[in-house]
């Protein structure tokens, strides 16, 4: 790569890792898996640098690569992670506001979703991506989009902690019960 291309990249980084850093977060819950997903992302995307055209497209194809790759991370992990139907038990002497009972409900019930069910809720509310844009960067029809996603937010809304708070209404999905 030239001087010119590092440059480049420079920029690119510089001026979208906030946003990225954002997006790894919701695909890990952590923020040192997010650092480390979005490290390996932007290495990825320096390698392949000259090889895409479409600088418009970079933040799509960053995405892929950090979809990707979380992917591939989880599916070595996942025999580490057991499911259970005790939650663990809250802090003593935590008083939380309301705002962050619902903000833990939520991610709690966002962690508890398959890989592909919470990338593609990430995809579409958080990121803001249209089904065809959703479809593209997760390589899948967009009828698997709008399936996948239902499903994410049928359980969802099935989640105890998020069930009878009206801040928690969730998108319509064109589905009824």
Known sequence: MDEQGREAFRAYVAARSPALLRTAYLLTGSR????????????KTYLAWDRIRDRE??????????VNTQTSWWRRRRVDEYATDDLPEPGAGHDA????????ALWTALGELPTRQRAMVVLRYYEDLSEAEAAQVMGVSVGTVKSTTSRALA????????????RTALPYDGVTA
């Open 155 to 166: 359980k969802l809304r099935d989640t105890s902690g998020l069930r009878d708070d009206p």
């Open 32 to 43: 040192v898996d997010a650092e480390d997903l979005l490290q390996t992302a932007l290495a």
């Open 57 to 66: 497209a970079l933040d799509g194809y960053v995405r892929r690569v950090m």
């Open 97 to 104: 506001t309301d705002a962050l009972v619902l903000h833990d």
